[in-house]
């Protein structure tokens, strides 16, 4: 098992955060017409662990890279020094590979415009990308994009990550699915819990060694999650880093973390940025009591 993130720091992490922008386009005829969740309610996390806090960590940005502002991301991952995203919206949702350096989209699939995208992993060289509400997720070659096939999933596709010998999947309440790679049925389920309180609104997710980044949805807020037992063991502050964001001011809300293992590297970006960012999480005095800050309330999801 490798070594826990909390007791490598810095490790490199990176954010992009929220905004308003609230035009995220209609479903097509025949498709879900509600967004996934409406005003949600601010969530209650009490940073506390069973001796009474947990590690608080705040962001140094390392590195800034171009990024699509057109790009509604819903799922990011590294491999091979590039960069593959799953883009969300109604009838232009994709799944493309892009140069990190450069931002340069270099193939992308567009989805069928009654599909909306969602997270993004990979397991052995084959792209796996959720749909939101189509209980669908689309199979590609990672070399080139070409469709391989599909499975089924029961309700929503919110993030996806490998872990282990597991996927694991989000569906934007405080519960974690576990699959079996091989057939993608569901072999566990976790509930996420800062100390007593469960977390809910878990959004996109990624592996970091061997724990796991959640965003909270609609927050500043990245959880640090055990996946053994869902026990919330960190919190990741990214207050601040939207007004890092330069020129393009249309950006939504945070979504989408990427890790790459061979330089301890966390990359993060957000819906219609038009950069990505490298961070290193900087530690903070550990934090016991009410949220620093909460879920906004937002008229409509329509992620």
Excluded: C
């Amino acid at each position: 098992m490798p070594k826990r993130l909390t007791s490598l720091l810095p490790a490199a992490v990176l954010g992009i955060l929220l905004s308003s922008g609230s035009l995220y386009g209609e479903p097509p005829s025949g498709a879900y017409s509600s967004g996934r969740i409406d005003n949600p309610s601010t969530p209650s996390v009490t940073r506390s662990d069973e001796k009474g806090t947990i590690p608080l960590y705040g962001y140094r940005i390392v590195n800034r890279y171009p990024h699509d502002p057109e790009a509604f991301t819903q799922g990011l991952m590294i491999a091979d020094g590039y960069l593959y995203e799953s883009t969300g919206l109604w009838g232009a949702s994709t799944v493309r590979k892009v140069r990190l350096q450069t931002g340069e989209v270099v193939a992308s699939v567009r989805l069928d415009p009654t599909l909306f995208g969602e997270g993004l992993t990979e397991w052995s060289n084959v792209l796996i990308q959720l749909t939101w509400r189509a209980g669908r997720a689309l199979m590609y070659d990672r070399n080139d994009l070409n469709v391989l096939g599909e499975f089924k999933y029961e309700g929503e596709g919110w993030g996806i990550t490998k872990w282990g010998s597991f996927l694991i999947m989000s569906n934007g309440s405080s519960e974690l699915r576990f699959l079996d790679p091989s057939t993608f049925t569901v072999v566990r389920r976790v509930r996420v819990r800062d100390g007593n309180a469960p977390v809910d609104l878990l959004n996109e997710l990624e592996t970091v060694e061997s724990e796991l980044f959640a965003n909270v949805w609609g927050s500043d807020w990245i959880a640090i999650i055990s996946p053994e037992g869902g026990l919330v063991v960190g919190w990741v502050d990214l207050s601040g880093l939207r007004r890092e964001i330069r020129g393009e001011r249309r950006a939504d809300v945070l979504n989408g973390i990427a890790y790459d293992p061979d330089g301890g590297r966390i990359y993060v970006t957000g819906k219609l940025w038009p950069e990505l960012f490298e961070i290193e999480l900087v530690p903070r005095a550990a934090h016991s009591g009410p949220s620093p800050t909460s879920v906004k309330s937002v008229n409509s999801k329509k992620q």
